[in-house]
């Protein structure tokens, strides 16, 4: 029996680097989008096949996606531009998506996009929400969500399913957290923004990765996962870790500074609440927490120690 082929967007990144090394260990043949020679040469490192185009290469994108057995979407173009404007960002996203379902419509393959936790609104109370609660009203940076188009996939009959990602993804010294770090070290100090005390979700890399087989495997169309673990991280815990690690102070910021600063997305994200449960995804596919450490161990004693010591340099 031949090799199963995956297609994946996104696989030069943080997650799917992870992602495509789990899948060539486990015998898939990975076809990856690549925007440049050196994502030729680092897919090439983890063992995939470098497929030249980007997000908007729409035809690229729906030949791959017939051509494989799998489809796994990662790409989102506020990537490569934080200030990208929200109409901008969703039109190429959702053409994305709409190339990549063309590819796999009436074949019944699996299309995994890449959600977020952040979909939903925080609890009034402050509990943790799950795949049912509220979304935003219209006109919220988070209303325009990578599932708005569901309905027209599920009438399509397209196998679509979702990972909905932690707002905060962490370990192997990458993500988030990397890029704080990378912000903090010319200032000399790091910052939180007041009050500080909004409660954040985290999730491991590999843990996140994990569950995009489970989706491929069980996952029934329609359906969405939070890829989620803890949900009681404050915000300002985060930056006082990172502080703590690099050896700076941690300054205290009000939300005007830092959308002068850093722009109004660093903004909302450093403030939003999300307290988002895995019990789905654990529940009825089985999946597992396997993280050694949370989000805060490995910031002071894991994968991000060696990284403040280099950026220290």
């Given at each position: 029996?031949?090799?199963?082929?995956?297609?994946?967007?996104?696989?030069?990144?943080?997650?799917?680097?992870?992602?495509?090394?789990?899948?060539?260990?486990?015998?898939?043949?990975?076809?990856?989008?690549?925007?440049?020679?050196?994502?030729?040469?680092?897919?090439?490192?983890?063992?995939?096949?470098?497929?030249?185009?980007?997000?908007?290469?729409?035809?690229?994108?729906?030949?791959?996606?017939?051509?494989?057995?799998?489809?796994?979407?990662?790409?989102?173009?506020?990537?490569?531009?934080?200030?990208?404007?929200?109409?901008?960002?969703?039109?190429?996203?959702?053409?994305?998506?709409?190339?990549?379902?063309?590819?796999?419509?009436?074949?019944?393959?699996?299309?995994?996009?890449?959600?977020?936790?952040?979909?939903?609104?925080?609890?009034?109370?402050d509990e943790e929400t799950d795949e049912t609660s509220p979304?935003?009203?219209?006109?919220?940076?988070?209303?325009?969500?990578?599932?708005?188009?569901?309905?027209?996939?599920?009438?399509?009959?397209?196998?679509?399913?979702?990972?909905?990602?932690?707002?905060?993804?962490?370990?192997?010294?990458?993500?988030?957290?990397?890029?704080?770090?990378?912000?903090?070290?010319?200032?000399?100090?790091?910052?939180?923004?007041?009050?500080?005390?909004?409660?954040?979700?985290?999730?491991?890399?590999?843990?996140?990765?994990?569950?995009?087989?489970?989706?491929?495997?069980?996952?029934?169309?329609?359906?969405?996962?939070?890829?989620?673990?803890?949900?009681?991280?404050?915000?300002?815990?985060?930056?006082?870790?990172?502080?703590?690690?690099?050896?700076?102070?941690?300054?205290?910021?009000?939300?005007?500074?830092?959308?002068?600063?850093?722009?109004h997305f660093w903004a909302i994200f450093m403030t939003a609440?999300?307290?988002?449960?895995?019990?789905?995804?654990?529940?009825?596919?089985?999946?597992?927490?396997?993280?050694?450490?949370?989000?805060?161990?490995?910031?002071?004693?894991?994968?991000?120690?060696?990284?403040?010591?280099?950026?220290?340099?």
């Amino acid at each position: 029996m031949s090799k199963q082929t995956i297609f994946i967007t996104g696989g030069s990144g943080y997650i799917g680097a992870v992602i495509i090394e789990y899948a060539v260990a486990q015998g898939y043949s990975v076809n990856a989008l690549s925007r440049s020679e050196s994502s030729d040469d680092k897919l090439r490192a983890l063992g995939a096949s470098p497929v030249r185009g980007d997000i908007k290469s729409l035809d690229v994108l729906t030949r791959e996606a017939r051509e494989a057995d799998i489809v796994i979407n990662i790409a989102d173009a506020i990537a490569s531009d934080f200030n990208i404007s929200q109409d901008e960002r969703w039109a190429t996203n959702y053409a994305a998506h709409d190339a990549l379902a063309a590819g796999v419509k009436g074949t019944n393959k699996p299309l995994i996009i890449t959600s977020g936790a952040m979909n939903a609104q925080p609890h009034p109370n402050d509990e943790e929400t799950d795949e049912t609660s509220p979304g935003w009203p219209q006109g919220h940076i988070y209303s325009r969500g990578f599932e708005s188009n569901k309905q027209t996939y599920l009438d399509q009959g397209i196998r679509i399913s979702y990972v909905r990602l932690a707002p905060y993804v962490y370990g192997r010294g990458g993500s988030g957290v990397r890029l704080y770090m990378k912000s903090f070290v010319p200032r000399g100090a790091g910052f939180f923004i007041l009050p500080g005390t909004a409660r954040t979700t985290t999730v491991h890399v590999e843990d996140a990765a994990r569950l995009y087989f489970i989706l491929a495997e069980k996952a029934e169309a329609g359906e969405s996962y939070n890829a989620t673990s803890e949900t009681d991280i404050e915000q300002k815990a985060i930056s006082e870790a990172i502080c703590e690690t690099l050896g700076v102070p941690c300054e205290q910021l009000d939300v005007e500074e830092v959308k002068e600063k850093m722009g109004h997305f660093w903004a909302i994200f450093m403030t939003a609440k999300c307290r988002a449960t895995n019990r789905k995804a654990r529940e009825q596919l089985g999946w597992s927490i396997q993280a050694e450490k949370g989000i805060l161990e490995d910031i002071r004693s894991g994968s991000y120690v060696e990284v403040a010591k280099e950026m220290k340099k």
